[in-house]
């Protein structure tokens, strides 16, 4: 299998593609984002991770958000995708950012979106989710702390789909020092037999009581998750390969 993991391997894609959607149509996103932007659109959104899918696009034509900034780290395609703009999309622009170093202004985004960027970051500790690494904990706060920090601190959103459950996510986005409240939809294929999330985090709201007493390690619904022992043998039952996701081939590594 080709190395996900390189920027060079992206950039030689990108070259001969033009769209493609990880997680399928993004119709399937439609009745989700509707609830959180159709009744009241983003002024400023930033897509992170965008690489060839059309969700800015997709996004744009209905109406929204008025402004979308585009993210990625493979230049290639951000020349690609400008050049390939249609004419009536003039308020959506692509640009170069690394996920882990965001020097983007405080306070500032109403929305930020990502599609599968996140799970990156977990390709590897697959097997260790139930009590993940210090490193994996550390590398998502810091990512989610610039999230956080570019949001507007009043009622900004972070929208994030993901094949990873709740179970699995949550524990990471729930956090006081974020400053939001948490909701979960779930999405499936036609067929019933891919399911993904879309976790919605919403600053300047309080998490519920559920997800302090995650924090905490005190959950009654979760109380498993906080636990320190072995549970390697239910994690191995629990994780379900599927080759098509190309999310759990990969090992996010820059090219030096």
């Not at 009654?220 to 999310?247: A, F, G, M, P, R």
Request: net charge negative.
């Amino acid at each position: 299998m080709e190395n996900l993991s390189k920027q060079s391997y992206w950039n030689k894609r990108f070259l001969t593609e033009d769209s493609f959607e990880w997680f399928g149509d993004c119709s399937r996103l439609y009745p989700i984002l509707d609830l959180y932007l159709k009744s009241s659109p983003s002024y400023l959104l930033l897509h992170l991770g965008c690489g060839s899918s059309s969700l800015a696009e997709e996004m744009y034509k209905r109406h929204y958000c008025h402004l979308i900034l585009n993210a990625d780290y493979s230049f290639g395609i951000l020349d690609k995708r400008r050049s390939i703009k249609e004419n009536d999309l003039f308020l959506i622009d692509w640009f170069a950012l690394d996920i882990r170093t965001m020097p983007l202004r405080t306070d500032y985004f109403d929305t930020i979106i990502e599609k599968g960027t996140l799970d990156v970051f977990f390709v590897g500790h697959e097997h260790h989710l139930w009590n993940p690494t210090e490193e994996l904990k550390e590398k998502i706060d810091l990512i989610l702390i610039q999230i956080s920090n570019c949001l507007q601190s009043n009622c900004g959103r972070f929208i994030s789909i993901s094949f990873q459950q709740p179970h699995f996510r949550r524990p990471f986005l729930a956090k006081q020092k974020y400053q939001w409240s948490i909701q979960v939809h779930s999405i499936s294929d036609g067929n019933e037999s891919v399911e993904y999330f879309v976790y919605v985090m919403t600053k300047g709201e309080q998490m519920n009581e559920e997800d302090r007493l995650l924090e905490e390690g005190k959950s009654t619904k979760w109380h498993w998750i906080n636990k320190k022992e072995s549970l390697t043998q239910l994690t191995i039952n629990c994780v379900v390969e599927n080759d098509d996701q190309y999310l759990f081939d990969i090992d996010l590594d820059f090219d030096e």
